[in-house]
Nanobody
Framework: QVQLVESGGGLVQAGGSLRLSCAAS????????VDWYRQAPGKQRELVAS???????AYADSVKGRFTIPINNAKNTMYLQMNSLKPEDTAVYYC????????????????WGQGTQVTVSS
């Protein structure tokens, strides 16, 4: 069983920073890709950042230059660093990890965090 627990959201003023965490636990064989999504009220879910197992990153134009997925040595923990936050960044943020488990070798599953609310005040 794999669980993704998100943390780091909250209320911040425009121009501030937050770091979101996505901690994966369970019988994990490998984490192959991590995507960060956000969904604002009345809007479609938006992919904002991705990182592959090889370390390649990609960012949506709306967050490019402000959001980064930092490299780190924290085992099974993924981060989204958000700087220069704007009110339009207000949304629920979700991590999605492509994970191969020991129990299901040969199968890559997609696991979602529970979401964390980010609210940016103007």
């Amino acid at each position: 069983q794999v669980q993704l627990v998100e943390s780091g959201g909250g209320l911040v003023q425009a121009g501030g920073s937050l770091r979101l965490s996505c901690a994966a636990s369970g019988s994990i064989f490998s984490i192959n890709r991590v995507d960060w999504y956000r969904q604002a009220p009345g809007k479609q879910r938006e992919l904002v950042a991705s990182i592959s197992s090889g370390g390649s990153t990609a960012y949506a134009d709306s967050v490019k230059g402000r959001f980064t997925i930092p490299i780190n040595n924290a085992k099974n923990t993924m981060y989204l660093q958000m700087n220069s936050l704007k009110p339009e960044d207000t949304a629920v943020y979700y991590c999605n990890a492509s994970i191969t488990t020991v129990q299901a070798m040969g199968v890559t599953g997609h696991y979602w965090g529970q979401g964390t609310q980010v609210t940016v005040s103007s």
